[in-house]
C-alpha cells in the first residue's frame, strides 16, 4: 500500500503528539508529587510535630495559657490536613491511615467512647504494638479534638486525659512523620498496580486515580461537609460537621476548595496546562468553577455552621455553592474522560 506524503505526515503527527502527551503526563505527576505532595505533607507532619510538642508541655504544666496553645496547634495541624485530605492514595492507604487520621463522622460517639476507656487504664497504651491494634478512632486528629473541646474530657484537672492526650498526639506525629518519608523515597507509580495485559502506562494510571480521587473528594465536600450537616436534603445535625467542637467546619472547606486551585496548576505543564492544549474551552470553564466556589464559600457568614441560623436559612445560603461545586465537579469529569482518563465508580460517593 502506497501512502501520500500528506497521509504520512499526518500519522506522524498524530503518533509525536501522543508520545510529547505522554511525556507531558510524566512530567507532571513528578511535579505533582515533588511540588505539591511533598511539601503539603511535610507541612501536614511538621504541624503535627509541633501539636506533640504542646500537648506534652500541657501536661507537664496545664494552665490555660498552655491549653489554648495546644488547641491552637491543633487548628494549625488540621488546616495542613485539608491540603493532602482528598489524596486517599500511596501512602497513606497503609494501615488505615488515612481513616485513622480523621475517624468521621463519628455519628455514635465511638470516639469518645473508647477514649474514656483508654482514660480509665492509660497504662494499656503502653503495651507494645499498641497502636498496630489500636481502633482507628483513637489514633488521629479526631480523638485529639475530642480531648481539646468535648466536655466528657477535662485535660487541666483529670492527668489521665492528658496522658491519652499526649500518647494519642505523639503517635499521630509519628504516622505522619512515616507517611511523609514514605512519600520522599517513592515515587506515585510505586502505588499503582497494573492489569496483565495493560497497555496504560503506571505514570498514567496514577495521575487517574489521583484524579479520581480529586472527584470523589468534591463529594465528600459538597455532601458530608456541607449538605448533611444543614439538613440540606433531609434533618439537621450541626454535630456531623466536619471538627464542629473546635469550629474548623467552614475554614476546612475553604481550605479544601484552595487546595483544588493549586492542583490543577501545580507542574510545568500543568494539568491546565495540558487541558488547554487539548480541552481549551473545558480547561477554562473548569478554571473560572475552581474559582467560584472558593468566592462563594468566601462570602459565607464565618459562623455559618455555629451561628442562630435555621434550617432554612442555612440551606439558602449553601444553594449557591452547592451549586457551584456540582457544576466543577461535572466540568472536570468532562475536561479528564475527554483527554482520555477512565473515570470509574465514586467510592466516597453515598449516593
Known sequence: MIFSKKALFSALAIISSGSTLAEDWDVTLEQLQSQFIVPKYSEFSQSA?????????????????????????FIDNVEDWQQVQWLNFGPVTYFMR?????????AKGVTQRQLRGL?????????????????????????????????????????????????????????????LKQWQQSKATDWVFLEEGSTTSPQHLALEQMIQQWLEH???????????PIGYNGKANL???????????????????????????VGSPSLFDTAKTQQP????????????????????????FTGDYTQEERVKMAKPLVSSI???????????????FQIGFNSRDGD
Open 98 to 106: 488515612y481513616y485513622a487520621y480523621e475517624y468521621w463522622p463519628d
Open 218 to 228: 468534591m463529594s465528600v465536600v459538597k455532601d458530608t461537609k456541607f449538605e448533611v
Open 119 to 179: 482514660s480509665a487504664e492509660p497504662e494499656m497504651m503502653q503495651a507494645p504494638k499498641f497502636w498496630t491494634s489500636a481502633s482507628i478512632a483513637v489514633r488521629g486528629m479526631t480523638a485529639i479534638e475530642s480531648l481539646l473541646y468535648h466536655g466528657d474530657f477535662n485535660v487541666l484537672t483529670r492527668p489521665s486525659d492528658c496522658e491519652v492526650l499526649q500518647a494519642v498526639s505523639q503517635h499521630h506525629a509519628k504516622t505522619s512523620e512515616d507517611v
Open 326 to 340: 456540582s457544576n466543577s465537579q461535572q466540568t472536570l469529569t468532562n475536561l479528564v474522560t475527554s483527554m482520555g
Open 281 to 304: 474551552e473545558l480547561a477554562e470553564k473548569l478554571e473560572d468553577a475552581l474559582a467560584n466556589n472558593l468566592k462563594i464559600a468566601m462570602q459565607l457568614p464565618s459562623d455559618f
Open 49 to 73: 510535630e509541633l501539636l506533640a510538642s504542646k500537648t506534652q508541655t500541657l501536661c507537664q504544666s496545664p494552665n490555660e495559657q498552655t491549653l489554648t496553645e495546644a488547641k491552637q496547634a
Open 239 to 265: 454535630k456531623l460537621a466536619e471538627f464542629y467542637r473546635s469550629e474548623q467546619s467552614l475554614d476546612a472547606i475553604q481550605s479544601n476548595l484552595k487546595s483544588y486551585r493549586t492542583l490543577y496548576h
